[in-house]
């Protein structure tokens, strides 16, 4: 994450839960505009859907799909990315188009 920083703080993301999130059938996402020039991003994936190992590697997966697109995002954002159970079994180029998909909808997205 070259422009960006993790989010790390709870206030913030609770913060972020109460705003309008936008979701699909793997992921929900939460932005809210932030007063810097750096979008700050957060992954949140509940001990319900599986062991420290399953979680993590969901983790990883997600923050790759930012990585890799991160030149598409706006700058000035807060980002919490919430996983559901369909994210775990789903390949990657599905986690890429919801993630996407719902950034865009988020309005988050640099138009080209």
């Not at 790390?8 to 929900?28: D, E, M, P």
């Not at 809210?32 to 001990?47: A, E, H, L, P």
């Not at 062991?51 to 990585?67: D, I, K, P, S, T």
């Not at 919430?82 to 719902?102: C, E, G, P, S, W």
Request: hydrophobic share 40%.
């Amino acid at each position: 994450m070259k422009f960006s920083s993790a989010l790390k703080l709870n206030h913030i993301f609770q913060r972020l839960y109460h705003t309008g999130g936008h979701a699909n059938s793997c992921l929900v996402l939460y932005a809210r505009k932030n007063r810097t020039d750096t979008n700050r991003v957060g992954i949140t994936v509940s001990k319900k859907l599986g062991h420290a190992v399953v979680r993590n590697r969901v983790r990883r997966r997600l923050r790759e799909v930012y990585r890799l697109h991160e030149d598409r995002f706006a700058p000035g954002w807060d980002i919490v990315v919430v996983a559901r159970t369909k994210a775990i079994h789903a390949d990657f180029q599905t986690l890429t188009n919801a993630y996407l998909q719902l950034a865009e909808k988020a309005g988050i997205l640099v138009t080209q």
